[in-house]
């Protein structure tokens, strides 16, 4: 990305697919924010606001809280000043309709079309990873219990803290989040394939799908 260009980007994919590492390298390398609509969700949720309350008992069952909802979540941050350079999206869309009204906001805003990202996971490998994760409620990190997982029995590395499984990781949650995630998948594949859209194989290494993935960005720098 030269100097004093935008970068919108969506990061596609599953729970679990990996969008959260990716998301952070790009953050760094961009010195752009990563936006999660799930972190958002879930910042209404602890400070106890209505729509926090509302949606609380829908995350905990592994559903989806309405778009008008995420809609309003979105366009109240990426009106904020570190979103200044561009901005990268965890989580969203989730539909056509989602996708529909990104390309709206953008348009009025004069930013660049999305790049996307697509990590692309298979449903028994993500279904493992979900299942291994564990969050540290005080630095909010995330670990996995596969092999090399956190040490200590569940002890966060950073600050001592227990670590803790996040509700929407719970096998009740999991099953019902992937269950319509290939209903997700081809709906906003299908909406997006066409543009400057990047299918990355997921299931490598971290390290690969890094790779992977800055290679495609850059061919597309050197194309543009």
Sequence with gaps: MKSGDVFVGILLGAPGSGKGTQGATLSELYRIPTISTGDLLRAEIA??????????????????????????LLVNRIAAADCCDGFLLDGYPRSRPQAEYLDRVLAERNLPDPTVIHLDV???LLKKRMLARRQCPMCKRILSVLAGGPPAEGICPDDGTRLITRADDRREAVEARLSGYENYEREVVAYYKSRNYHRIAGEASMQDVTARVLEALTAMVEAA
């Design 47 to 72: 400070a106890n606001s209505r729509l926090g309350r509302l949606a609380k008992s829908v995350i905990a069952s592994g559903g989806l809280v309405s778009d008008e909802f995420v809609n309003e």
């Design 122 to 124: 298979s449903l028994d």
